[in-house]
């Protein structure tokens, strides 16, 4: 029996903002990008997928693959070149794309911060000074009256635990610092603080919205499970990057590890779904990621492992029920030989479980520009010329849009896009 049943879940993809839109010298990723070294292919994300003039080309797109959700972010730099002012154009450009994604039937997700803002705002301190949480709170007021008649769905903050561990602890995202413990603290607790006061002021000024963050889960196990130090350093992981943060950001409790309760938050329910960025499992025997031997492995090397899913939404959900959206999931597979293996498990694993999965989002629509990767990780359910900027939909694109027509994987996708498919080690 290969057929699967998605008619609860809706489906879409997921982008971000500085990934796909090229030509904004005004966000910190601009400049880090230019210093020797930074990005692998030593690309920059200008022009990225050049989807800041092809926006309606790739809504076409989107509408072609019968996409029900969509989730994008917007560049807090084009709103706010600078402190206090505020670009229209930018504002009339974004609500026309909104328009358009609408006008096809698709739902907008809005994320509000994805790893990217004003260069102006880092040279404020950014993230580590307590003045952040006013800024993006102004900020997240201002989108809100920009674009409420819109949008009612809003993703606060994409992964707080990656932007603050790849930016401040491996040093692989601005702003390059290594091993800053102290700043990490001072981040995540800035992030999760400014979650909590933009969830209760969106629904001060929109009381039907549906606001959640996108956390990255991921699944740690120790490297050998009978090695009581690989088990010590899973738990340890697995608290520190993704289960402290969870209590601060869905209840607005702060665990000791990330400083004090914030005298302006009080604990209570700061989600009105659980977002969850889902890719992967770690094999855990010290502080470092590592993988098990012989799993199978996407372009990146990270391991592919789709009840994994269902494993870290379990985790959530037995704390802080609610419908899961899984704001992003999907794998680097540049010759598209296992993608849509990879989609029909992930959905299976979500849909034959017993958690209210609502949503999925797969990252993402059209290859884009994988932050420190540059082009060379290829996520795409649209296949991108990076010469032309030329859009080609991939056969796992074609799998996509047939389960969302079908609301399901039917026995003939599942024959004629998976059952020939293999993963590699
Ligand atoms: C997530 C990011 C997203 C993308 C995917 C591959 O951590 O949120 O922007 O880079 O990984």
Redesign the pocket.
């Known amino acids: 029996m290969t057929r699967t049943d998605l008619s609860g879940l809706q489906i879409g993809a997921a982008t ?1 903002a500085v ?1 796909i839109e090229g030509g904004d010298p005004g966000n910190q990723w601009h400049a880090f990008a230019q210093r020797p070294g930074r990005i692998a292919d030593g690309t920059t994300p200008t022009p990225a997928t050049d989807h800041w003039r092809r926006w309606r080309e790739d809504t076409d797109l989107m509408a072609e693959l019968g996409l029900q959700v969509y989730r994008l972010g917007i560049e807090w730099s084009r709103i706010e070149p600078a402190p206090g002012r505020v670009d229209d154009s930018a504002i009339a450009r974004y609500r026309e794309e909104l328009t358009a994604v609408r006008d096809h039937g698709i739902i907008p997700l809005v994320t509000l911060h ?2 990217s803002h004003p260069t102006w705002f880092d040279e404020l301190g950014g993230w580590t000074s307590a003045g952040a949480v006013g800024r993006f709170l102004d900020h997240v007021e201002r989108m809100v009256s920009s674009f409420g008649d819109l949008v009612a769905e809003w993703v606060t903050i ?2 707080p635990n ?1 932007y603050a561990t790849q930016g401040f602890l491996f040093g692989e995202f601005p702003p390059g610092r290594s091993g800053a413990w102290r700043d990490i603290r001072r981040v995540l607790h800035t992030m999760c603080r400014a979650h909590c006061l933009a969830y209760e002021r969106i629904h001060d000024l929109q009381a039907h919205a549906k606001v959640g963050v996108a956390h ?1 889960l991921r699944v740690f196990e120790p490297r050998r499970r009978r090695n009581p130090v690989h088990r010590l350093f899973a738990r340890t992981n697995a608290y520190l990057f993704q289960e402290a943060i969870s209590h601060a950001l869905l209840g607005g409790r702060f665990p000791r590890v990330l400083g004090r309760q914030p005298s302006d938050v009080c604990p209570g329910r700061f989600y009105d779904f659980l977002g969850i ?1 889902y ?1 992967s499992r770690s094999a855990i025997s010290g502080m470092r990621d590592g993988r098990f031997d012989g799993v199978p492995v996407n372009d990146l090397g990270w391991e592919i492992y789709p009840t994994g899913i269902v494993e870290v939404a379990r985790w959530l959900h037995d704390r802080y029920p609610g419908p899961i959206w899984v704001t ?1 999931n ?1 794998t680097a597979d540049a010759a598209d030989d296992f993608r849509s293996r990879f989609i029909v498990e992930h959905l299976r694993a979500m849909v034959t479980s017993d958690l209210p999965f609502e949503r999925y989002y797969h ?1 993402c629509l059209v290859d884009n520009w ?2 420190a990767e540059g082009h060379t990780a290829r ?1 795409g359910l649209v296949e991108l010329d990076t010469t032309t900027l030329e859009r080609r939909v991939r056969r796992s694109g074609e799998l996509l849009a047939g389960a969302i027509e079908s609301g399901a994987v039917t026995d003939e996708l599942y024959r004629d896009y998976v059952a020939g498919s293999t993963y590699r080690c």
């Open positions: 971000a990934q994805h790893f994409n992964e990656v990255h960025n890719y992003e999907g990252w994988e932050w996520f």
